[in-house]
Every structure is written in structure tokens, then in C-alpha cells.
């Protein structure tokens, strides 16, 4: 259940003069600006950008090749070897793809006078976290550490979309096998049956009539009503996304569905604490850390509520006061738990222990949520394809009777 979050490509000027370009995930393109202004980036240009496109592209890497090559680089740092060695290092390890392009590319800009972080931002595939870190490691001498640290976030982060996709991909194949079996038996299986039932004098159940009807109206105008679905999804899929009102109502809807708005809930405090954890562990500020938490829960609640926490954060007030106003999106364990590191100064630790402990409830609900689920769908696939099977051969039981 992916849960939807924008992409915007944007290109602008940073507090030094240098052009500057990237991905930002947000709900709107107001948000994605709001951001880029709280960076202190001058934004020249912003505009959706699609990921279903990078196909054309061959060159870009895609979201698990970021991760491995993050990893990549900041194993060969911490062992000691200088960037522009590393660079090369992972270009020689990957001749002729997209990650030795992009190796390639970095080891020229820096070699022109770039540092990692501008030459970072210059391409689509690193979102602003990723840069941002980078900058603060250049700053503070300790880059290999915050790259071994960009590179466990990402990787928590893609073990907890897996985690939601493997809960997503069974039902859909389930559902998808109903649908064919079902197609196949309306299609070809029922006008056959028609074909015998036509020369009987006797009157077919109503079961077996509704049937044949829905038979006939679905090889008659199966590709309208195909068609008109599709002009109505996308149609529905525009409109929420330029209604503010409906993106808000969908994204409460995700948060209070049954069974799953428990696991929605969880993911989403799962990437709000670990990435909020990764920035106040590189010394990020906790105000600008929330800036740039608000987009990546992938919920316009959630989003919203950490925009105003910023807020009561800059107007004197504790992170654990900020987080009780919002007590119906944020649970009260990860509350007391922000009101401990709070006081002990040891935030960033709680809220890593916090991440942790939402990843894992995850984990768990998904397997829960398999067990209850399969056994719904078989049900329901039984009753759909043999109450099919029923309504065929019902008059022939008939006849049989009558006989």
C-alpha cells in the first residue's frame, strides 16, 4: 500500500551562489517550495517529476542502486581510501552501468573544483536528506561517517517498503487470478452453456439468467465498460490531485482502515523517527531536522502536524508539549520516549530505539496480516468461482430431478 507522496524536480541557487538541482518528495508543490525556501535554496524552477520515465534514461540510477552505492562508498571510506580513489574504485568494480556512469560523473566534478554534495545535487537520483548529510559530513571532517549513516537509513527504509509491498502483493495476485478465471468463464464458458440451454422448453433459475445477462452485456460492451473505468480512475486520480480537500480526506481514509490503518500508522512513525534519528545524529538542528521530516512519512497529516510541531518548536516549546497536541497521530510510547531523550539528551538514541521498535511492529503486522487475509481471499475466490460453477450447472441438477 504505497502511500502517495509527489516527486518535483526542482533547479535552484543555495546560500552560496551555486546552481543547484534535485528530487523532493512531497504532497504539493507548495510544500516541495516551502522546503526548498527553508534550505535557503532560491527556487528557479519546479516542476512533477514521474519516476515511471527513468526507463528512458539508462543512466539514472534507480532507488536500490542509490543504497548499494552509498554503501559502497562509505565502506571504502571508513577503511581509509580517499574519495576520488573510491570514485574510482567503484567505477572499475562496474564497468558499462548506470552505477560506474555515475561514479564517472562525480569524479569529474570534483575533479573541476565541486564538492560531493554540490555534485550530489546536480543529479535527480539523491533527494535533499541524502545531499544535506553529505554537506554536514564535508563540514565537520567526519563524511564517511554520515555516509555509512545515509546509507543504513536508506537501507531501513527500502527493508520497511519491501515489508508493505510483500503485504500488498499477494491479495493483488489473488485478485488478479479471480478476475482472469472469472473473465474466462463470462467470456467463453457461459455463452457455451447458453448455446445448450437455449433449446430447453423449461425456465432457467434466476441465478443461472443473471449470469447469461452479465455474460452477454460483458461480450457486448466488456470494452466500454473497460474504457469507462479507466477515463474514471484517472479522471479521480486528477482530480485528488489537485483538490487539497480530497488529498487530505484520502490520506485520513489510509490512517483509519480496517486492520490495515494500524500498519499505515506504524510505517509512517517508522520513517518520521528514523529519519528524524539519521539528522539529529549528524548534528542537524531539531528544527531543521523537522523541516526536512515533514514529506517523508508519505501522509499529509502527518506532514501537516510536523510542520506545526516546527512551528511550536521555534516559539519555545518542547518537542514532547509539540508532540502531546497531536496525540491522536503520534503514540503515546514514542511521546514518553521523546520526553526521556529530552531530558537525558540522548534524543537522537530514543528515537533510533523508537524507529526500531515501529520497524519490527511492522514486520509483524504484515505476517499477521498475511494469516488473515489469505484465508479471506480463498473464501472469497471459492465462492465467486463456485457460485460461477453453481449457477451453470444448476438447471442440469433441475433436469435431472425432473426426470
Given at each position: 500500500?504505497?502511500?502517495?507522496?509527489?516527486?518535483?524536480?526542482?533547479?535552484?541557487?543555495?546560500?552560496?551562489g551555486?546552481?543547484?538541482?534535485?528530487?523532493?518528495?512531497a504532497?504539493?508543490?507548495?510544500?516541495?517550495?516551502?522546503?526548498?525556501?527553508?534550505?535557503?535554496?532560491?527556487?528557479?524552477?519546479?516542476?512533477?517529476?514521474?519516476?515511471?520515465?527513468?526507463?528512458?534514461?539508462?543512466?539514472?540510477?534507480?532507488?536500490?542502486?542509490?543504497?548499494?552505492f552509498?554503501?559502497?562508498?562509505?565502506?571504502?571510506?571508513?577503511?581509509?581510501?580517499?574519495?576520488?580513489?573510491?570514485?574510482?574504485?567503484?567505477?572499475?568494480?562496474?564497468?558499462?552501468?548506470?552505477?560506474?556512469?555515475?561514479?564517472?560523473?562525480?569524479?569529474?566534478?570534483?575533479?573541476?573544483?565541486?564538492?560531493?554534495?554540490?555534485?550530489?545535487?546536480?543529479?535527480?537520483e539523491?533527494?535533499a536528506l541524502?545531499?544535506?548529510?553529505?554537506?554536514?559530513?564535508?563540514?565537520?571532517?567526519?563524511?564517511?561517517?554520515?555516509?555509512?549513516?545515509?546509507?543504513?537509513?536508506?537501507?531501513?527504509?527500502?527493508?520497511?517498503?519491501?515489508?508493505?509491498?510483500?503485504?500488498?502483493?499477494?491479495?493483488?495476485?489473488?485478485?488478479?487470478?479471480?478476475?482472469?478465471?472469472?473473465?474466462?468463464?463470462?467470456?467463453?464458458?457461459?455463452?457455451?452453456?447458453?448455446?445448450?440451454?437455449?433449446?430447453?422448453?423449461?425456465?432457467?433459475?434466476?441465478i443461472?439468467?443473471?449470469?447469461?445477462?452479465?455474460?452477454?452485456?460483458?461480450?457486448?460492451?466488456?470494452?466500454?465498460?473497460?474504457?469507462?473505468?479507466?477515463?474514471?480512475?484517472?479522471?479521480?486520480?486528477?482530480?485528488?490531485?489537485?483538490?487539497?480537500?480530497?488529498?487530505?480526506?484520502?490520506?485520513?481514509?489510509?490512517?483509519?482502515?480496517?486492520?490495515?490503518?494500524?500498519?499505515?500508522?506504524?510505517?509512517?512513525?517508522?520513517?518520521?523517527?528514523?529519519?528524524?534519528?539519521?539528522?539529529?545524529?549528524?548534528?542537524?538542528?531539531?528544527?531543521?531536522?523537522?523541516?526536512?521530516?515533514?514529506?517523508?512519512?508519505?501522509?499529509?497529516?502527518?506532514?501537516?502536524?510536523?510542520?506545526?510541531?516546527?512551528?511550536?518548536?521555534?516559539?519555545?516549546?518542547?518537542?514532547?508539549?509539540?508532540?502531546?497536541?497531536?496525540?491522536?497521530l503520534?503514540?503515546?510510547?514514542?511521546?514518553?520516549?521523546?520526553?526521556?531523550?529530552?531530558?537525558?539528551?540522548?534524543?537522537?538514541?530514543?528515537?533510533?530505539?523508537?524507529?526500531?521498535?515501529?520497524?519490527?511492529?511492522?514486520?509483524?503486522?504484515?505476517?499477521?496480516?498475511?494469516?488473515?487475509?489469505?484465508?479471506?481471499?480463498?473464501?472469497?475466490?471459492?465462492?465467486?468461482?463456485?457460485?460461477?460453477?453453481?449457477a451453470?450447472?444448476?438447471?442440469?441438477?433441475?433436469?435431472?430431478?425432473?426426470?
Amino acid at each position: 500500500m504505497k502511500l502517495s507522496s509527489l516527486s518535483f524536480l526542482w533547479r535552484g541557487i543555495d546560500r552560496e551562489g551555486h546552481k543547484v538541482s534535485g528530487i523532493y518528495q512531497a504532497n504539493s508543490a507548495s510544500d516541495a517550495r516551502n522546503h526548498l525556501v527553508q534550505q535557503r535554496i532560491r527556487v528557479l524552477s519546479l516542476r512533477r517529476h514521474y519516476p515511471w520515465r527513468q526507463w528512458l534514461a539508462p543512466d539514472k540510477l534507480q532507488a536500490q542502486e542509490v543504497t548499494q552505492f552509498a554503501r559502497q562508498l562509505a565502506t571504502l571510506l571508513l577503511a581509509g581510501i580517499a574519495l576520488l580513489q573510491c570514485l574510482e574504485v567503484i567505477m572499475r568494480g562496474q564497468p558499462n552501468t548506470p552505477t560506474h556512469a555515475m561514479a564517472k560523473y562525480l569524479k569529474s566534478r570534483i575533479e573541476n573544483g565541486a564538492t560531493l554534495h554540490q555534485a550530489l545535487q546536480e543529479r535527480p537520483e539523491f533527494d535533499a536528506l541524502f545531499c544535506n548529510l553529505v554537506q554536514v559530513g564535508e563540514m565537520t571532517g567526519a563524511l564517511d561517517t554520515l555516509l555509512d549513516r545515509v546509507a543504513t537509513h536508506r537501507e531501513k527504509s527500502e527493508q520497511l517498503r519491501r515489508s508493505l509491498r510483500t503485504a500488498m502483493i499477494y491479495p493483488m495476485v489473488v485478485m488478479g487470478v479471480a478476475g482472469v478465471v472469472s473473465g474466462v468463464l463470462l467470456m467463453f464458458v457461459v455463452p457455451a452453456f447458453e448455446s445448450v440451454y437455449a433449446s430447453f422448453d423449461t425456465e432457467l433459475p434466476r441465478i443461472t439468467q443473471g449470469l447469461i445477462a452479465v455474460s452477454q452485456a460483458l461480450k457486448n460492451h466488456g470494452w466500454q465498460w473497460l474504457l469507462g473505468l479507466l477515463v474514471v480512475y484517472f479522471a479521480l486520480q486528477q482530480w485528488t490531485l489537485r483538490s487539497a480537500r480530497l488529498q487530505a480526506f484520502k490520506h485520513r481514509a489510509w490512517l483509519h482502515l480496517p486492520l490495515a490503518g494500524a500498519l499505515v500508522r506504524q510505517s509512517c512513525l517508522a520513517r518520521w523517527t528514523r529519519t528524524l534519528a539519521t539528522l539529529l545524529r549528524a548534528g542537524i538542528p531539531l528544527t531543521e531536522g523537522l523541516g526536512a521530516v515533514a514529506g517523508v512519512t508519505g501522509n499529509l497529516h502527518y506532514a501537516v502536524a510536523t510542520q506545526r510541531i516546527q512551528s511550536q518548536l521555534m516559539q519555545g516549546q518542547s518537542l514532547t508539549h509539540a508532540l502531546e497536541q497531536h496525540a491522536s497521530l503520534f503514540q503515546p510510547m514514542l511521546i514518553q520516549m521523546c520526553a526521556i531523550g529530552e531530558e537525558s539528551g540522548t534524543l537522537d538514541d530514543m528515537l533510533d530505539k523508537a524507529a526500531h521498535h515501529f520497524e519490527t511492529s511492522v514486520t509483524r503486522a504484515v505476517a499477521q496480516l498475511s494469516v488473515l487475509v489469505e484465508p479471506f481471499l480463498m473464501v472469497l475466490l471459492g465462492l465467486l468461482v463456485g457460485g460461477m460453477v453453481m449457477a451453470l450447472y444448476l438447471p442440469i441438477f433441475q433436469m435431472g430431478q425432473a426426470i
